[in-house]
T-cell receptor, first 117, second 114 residues
Framework: AQTVTQSQPEMSVQEAETVTLSCTYD???????LFWYKQPPSRQMILVIR??????QNATENRFSVNFQKAAKSFSLKISDSQLGDTAMYFC??????????????FGGGTRLMVKP | KAGVTQTPRYLIKTRGQQVTLSCSPI?????VSWYQQTPGQGLQFLFE???????NKGNFPGRFSGRQFSNSRSEMNVSTLELGDSALYLC?????????????FGPGTRLTVL
């Protein structure tokens, strides 16, 4: 079984600054996908970024980037130039890469991020 | 393309009743997954349907069931409702079953059990 842990229940950051959200996971699988999802107060969950475990290069999407440390089973999300619209719950999620896993995601407990003006 | 839609958005039921929630995936998406979100347990996987067949099931009692129709629309049913079933129920759709495809989430159905 896989577990995903987010050790920071709440964080805050000033607008335009940088913030890093932490995520660790536990799995015996060698190939898997890791995700960061954002859930704004409107509740619609949105994919922020995805990382394939077989890729050594860290994924980036505009102001969002990850620090993926496979050996340490760590997957942190860095948000640069924070904007008010980044205020949301952020969930780290995992799914194994074998076919039967399908789209079954295991989520962490979430980090509530508040961006302050 | 229209996004994932879920109906109803809000629902109030009493203990012992049953409820059916509906999810319409994005056109062309064949996989639909369901998740339960509560403050205490967080986000938990319920089940996944693909081509009208349940492919995976989470650790939930048999009171939770679902199905998928030929047009990929999915329903989940909860029988004999308990107070602890109060939650936000999210569905997500994607084109295929592999994790390489993005899952798109609906707005959720907020179920309150009194």
């Amino acid at each position: 079984a896989q577990t995903v842990t987010q050790s920071q229940p709440e964080m805050s950051v000033q607008e335009a600054e940088t913030v890093t959200l932490s995520c660790t996971y536990d799995t015996s699988e060698n190939n898997y996908y890791l995700f960061w999802y954002k859930q704004p107060p409107s509740r619609q969950m949105i994919l922020v970024i995805r990382q394939e475990a077989y890729k050594q290069q860290n994924a980036t999407e505009n102001r969002f980037s990850v620090n993926f440390q496979k050996a340490a089973k760590s997957f942190s999300l860095k948000i640069s130039d924070s904007q008010l619209g980044d205020t949301a719950m952020y969930f780290c999620a995992f799914t194994p890469m074998y076919n039967n896993a399908g789209n079954m995601l295991t989520f962490g407990g979430g980090t509530r991020l508040m961006v302050k003006p | 393309k229209a996004g994932v839609t879920q109906t109803p958005r809000y629902l109030i039921k009493t203990r012992g009743q049953q409820v059916t929630l509906s999810c319409s995936p994005i056109s062309g998406h064949r996989s639909v997954s369901w998740y339960q979100q509560t403050p205490g347990q967080g986000l938990q996987f319920l089940f996944e349907y693909f081509s009208e067949t349940q492919r995976n099931k989470g650790n939930f009692p048999g009171r939770f069931s679902g199905r998928q129709f030929s047009n990929s629309r999915s329903e989940m049913n909860v029988s004999t409702l308990e107070l602890g079933d109060s939650a936000l129920y999210l569905c997500a759709s994607s084109p295929t079953r592999g994790g390489q495809d993005t899952q798109y989430f609906g707005p959720g159905t907020r179920l309150t059990v009194l």
